[in-house]
């Protein structure tokens, strides 16, 4: 028997899905926008992608103004991809309407804001599985953590870096892969 397959009929059911999932692309995985249109992840290749776990009702809310800014000023390199969450302190208590009236009114949001997902816990939705995951991702693991944690995927589709809540959008950790 192949060393290979006789090392994978060893494993639990959860282990093989992991050893699956490993191969898998950050563009290979669904989710819809918050108008519950699918968003094809594919179509950014060549750009590097930041997703943003995002809320209305948080201290670090006012970041939405230079996440447009990230948006606007790297458009050609970078887009931006609003996650709503409402896993911390219940802060993005609204649905799609409201939060797309939020984000528009307030901040003049143009970039991207997908449906609201869970972003850690059992119901944690696949995009967040191969952030957090290094057994999926290849670099790193990780937990979050708050409201506005920034994860920067390259623009060939590889894991790049988190950055927590406190590190603002504009700052020089994140920029210097846009340059």
């Known amino acids: 028997m192949n060393p290979l ?48 776990n ?7 809310t006012p970041q939405y103004k230079d996440l447009q800014k990230l948006h606007e000023t790297y458009k050609d390199k970078l887009v931006v991809i609003g996650v709503p969450c409402n896993q911390f302190g219940k802060q993005e208590p609204g649905n799609s309407n409201e939060i797309t009236e939020f984000c528009e009114v ?48 390259d623009k060939d589709g590889e894991f790049l870096d988190v950055f927590y809540s406190i590190t603002k959008p504009m700052n020089s950790r994140i920029t210097k892969h846009l340059k």
């Open 106 to 153: 307030n901040y003049g949001v143009s970039f991207l804001i997908t449906e609201k997902i869970d972003v850690k816990g059992s119901n944690q939705h696949a995009i967040y599985r191969w952030l957090t995951t290094k057994a999926i991702n290849g670099k790193q693991n990780s937990t979050v953590k708050w409201n506005f944690q920034k994860y920067l995927v």
């Open 54 to 60: 995002v809320a209305s009702k948080c201290g670090f």
């Open 5 to 52: 397959k006789a090392f994978v009929s060893t494993l639990t059911t959860t282990d093989k899905n992991v050893v699956q999932k490993a191969s898998e692309s950050i563009y290979d995985i669904k989710i819809n926008s918050l108008q519950g249109k699918p968003i094809d992840l594919s179509e950014f290749k060549g750009k590097y992608i930041l997703f943003v």
